[in-house]
């Protein structure tokens, strides 16, 4: 993870059609060099409690995540939780995971216990989880994970992108 340049927050404000709010790192790049996943503070600037720690910008990959999302894939895998006892259990540490990255960049009292993306007992939200997964590596966010297989090469799209950028 890096603390974001003044060109990585260009890009993200790019990739996201908005300023950013509360980017504290760089917490994962697409393998072109891009941010792809911003870490943020607990608490925005206008004291705002933020409990999305990690943040998807890459915008192939939230269309690609969106695609699942719209799948009903996040009704399949809640409905998984309830029947898998190791699932869960790897779920409920991610949710752990989560929480202690957050509470690493400072404690706020209003989100203490809430992490994001439905967890620990739901999905919610697979954007979260794939950053969330991209951001710690494999084997931290089983849905994170799985998502990012079900989604397969979708970084030579970025790869093209990039090239098209230098032209």
Not at 126 to 135: E, M, Y
Not at 136 to 161: K, M, Q, R, S, Y
Request: net charge negative; charged share 20%; with cysteine.
């Amino acid at each position: 993870m890096t603390h974001p340049t003044e060109a990585d927050l260009a890009v993200v404000e790019a990739q996201l059609g908005r300023e950013p709010r509360g980017v504290v790192e760089i917490a994962w790049r697409c393998p072109c060099g891009k941010p792809g996943v911003v870490k943020t503070a607990p608490r925005l600037a206008n004291g705002t409690p933020f409990p999305t720690t990690y943040y998807l910008t890459n915008p192939q990959l939230v269309s690609a995540v969106s695609t699942l999302e719209a799948s009903g894939l996040m009704t399949q895998m809640s409905e998984r939780l309830a029947h898998d006892e190791g699932l869960a259990a790897s779920y409920q540490a991610a949710h752990e995971a989560y929480l202690a990255d957050r509470e690493a960049l400072g404690h706020v009292a209003e989100i203490e216990g809430i992490s994001a993306g439905g967890m620990p007992t739901r999905v919610k939200c697979l954007h979260v989880l794939v950053g969330h997964a991209l951001a710690a590596g494999p084997g931290v966010n089983p849905f994170g994970d799985e998502a990012l297989a079900l989604i397969g090469d979708w970084h030579a799209t970025c790869a093209a992108d990039t090239l098209k950028d230098e032209l």
